[in-house]
Nanobody, 121 residues
């Protein structure tokens, strides 16, 4: 239904910044919430930030105040501006969308392939 491609990952020193982007294609009209998740080595995937179609945002406790999620509905793009990065922010960051498909009367979730973020001390 929806395809997602992340970009913008890389390596940065502690205190630095990165901006991740996620391009959505396909049935973008079905998207409701858009989210960023991350998975550190040996840990479970966790929600980093979420944004509703109306623009309401929610952040994980460890990133609140340092990360900013935004979306451009006209361009079908999702962003994550990450500032004051710390080594604990290292992981694979995944773009995720939630939506509803009325043709199958079912919610759906789509994931991107992930982009690596590495923060060195």
């Amino acid at each position: 239904q929806v395809q997602l491609v992340e970009s913008g990952g890389g390596s940065v020193q502690a205190g630095g910044s990165l901006r991740l982007s996620c391009a959505a294609s396909g049935r973008i009209d079905l998207i409701n919430a858009m989210n960023w998740y991350r998975q550190a080595p040996g840990r479970q995937r966790e929600l980093v930030a979420a944004i509703s179609h109306a623009g309401d945002t929610n952040y994980g406790r460890s990133v609140n105040g340092r990360f900013t999620i935004s979306r451009d509905n006209a361009k079908n793009l999702l962003y994550l501006q990450m500032s004051r990065l710390q080594p604990e922010d290292t992981g694979i960051y995944y773009c995720n969308v939630e939506g509803y498909d009325p043709t199958i009367v079912r919610d759906f979730v789509s994931w991107g392939q992930g982009t690596q973020v590495t923060v060195s001390s």
